[in-house]
């Protein structure tokens, strides 16, 4: 009685190198992450052969529920945050999502950026509808993508620094926290000090400033932490606000290019 054909054992060799082989052309395109949704529904991989593939020493490490990193696969730059972003809509790869699956915001898109020194303990995005999260470390924020100032960067939709400033501001996070953000994302050219204005303008009422005052605002946030460059920054933000009140709307001025920090 024949044990162990050699035939059997070159079949088993042939579907290992298989399913490798999909799992890691997805993850490649993922910063070497793959969804437990995608390893089933675009690489075929069984669910008895993924739970193998992730057991310790296995060719995927859990990250997150649901999520693995490609063993051997360099180690991206804030995988937590990926890992999170990827949980939104597992099923959907990176490279054919749009806003609508999440965009990082808030707190963990100035922490993507680099600016500001506020702690990015939770996970933060926004989207279209209102959601939940059963992570306690997620927070999701309902706001549209249309009306979002956003890019992408690393890979990711993030929302513009000037985006940022009034979500946190709306957050009642502190004012000389939000004002570095402003400070850092100027000096950086992350973004520019008409965008700054007029993504501020809806908060300067409950500040106690000129209703719709975009530039009082940012004038505000500046004189907080003594920028040296404020002169230079209020002179570009009112040319800027003042340009696009008096012109019709160019729906591509001031428009940031996909680009990486």
């Known amino acids: 009685m024949l044990q162990n054909p050699p035939k059997m054992g070159y079949i088993a060799v042939v579907v290992r190198e298989l399913n490798q082989k999909r799992l ?17 529904d675009f690489a075929e991989v069984p669910q008895t052969t993924l739970d193998r593939l992730s057991a310790p020493g296995g060719l995927l490490e859990r990250v997150a529920h649901g999520v693995y990193r490609l063993a051997g696969a360099p180690v991206p730059d804030h995988l937590d945050l990926r890992a999170a972003w990827l949980q939104l809509a597992p099923a959907v790869p990176a490279w054919e999502r749009t806003p609508i ?3 990082v915001s808030h707190r963990s898109a100035a922490a993507l950026y ?5 702690p990015a303990d939770r ?32 890979g990711l ?3 513009r620094p000037s985006q940022i400033a009034s979500d ?29 204005a007029r993504a501020l303008a809806p908060h ?33 933000a009112r040319t800027d606000v003042a340009r696009s009140q008096s012109a019709e709307v160019d729906p591509t001025y001031g428009r940031l290019r996909s680009f990486k920090v």
Do not use: C
């Open 24 to 40: 890691s052309e997805i993850a490649e395109d993922q910063w070497g992450l793959i969804t437990r949704r995608q390893a089933a």
């Open 101 to 103: 699956e999440g965009i």
């Open 114 to 118: 680099g600016v500001g020194d506020l």
């Open 123 to 154: 996970h933060e995005f926004t989207l279209p509808r209102r959601r939940q999260s059963r992570r306690p470390d997620v927070r999701l924020h309902k706001g549209s993508p249309a009306e979002l100032g956003w890019i992408n960067l690393r």
């Open 157 to 159: 939709p993030v929302t």
């Open 168 to 196: 946190l501001l709306r957050d009642n996070e502190e004012p000389e926290a939000v004002a570095r953000i402003v400070t850092e994302a100027l000096h950086h050219v992350y973004d520019y000090p008409g965008k700054f």
């Open 204 to 236: 300067a009422a409950r500040l106690g400033l000129r209703r719709g005052d975009g530039v009082a605002v940012l004038r505000w946030l500046l004189d907080l932490v003594g920028d040296p460059d404020t002169a230079e920054w209020m002179q570009l």
